[in-house]
């Protein structure tokens, strides 16, 4: 079984570039990550291969999200 091994991301600053990466515990498979509720921030994308999010936010406020990590 794989699952992502931390809790929430570190806050990102508007117009200031940004990189997260999702560790992962366990293995099997090549893990797939996936955004399956809510939305990342405008600005930013999520890596399905790596579970690194980047780029550079371009709205200040929360965003609520949750990353789902499978094994394909």
Do not use: K, Q, W
């Not at 921030?41 to 990353?67: R, W």
């Amino acid at each position: 079984m794989i699952s992502i091994s931390c809790g929430s991301p570190p806050d990102g600053l508007m117009g200031v570039p940004y990189t997260h990466a999702f560790p992962i515990s366990g293995s099997g498979g090549t893990p797939s990550f996936r955004v399956t509720s809510g939305e990342l921030p405008p600005g930013l994308t999520l890596d399905s291969a790596t579970g690194i999010v980047s780029g550079t936010p371009t709205n200040v406020g929360n965003y609520a999200f949750t990353i789902t990590v499978v094994n394909e």
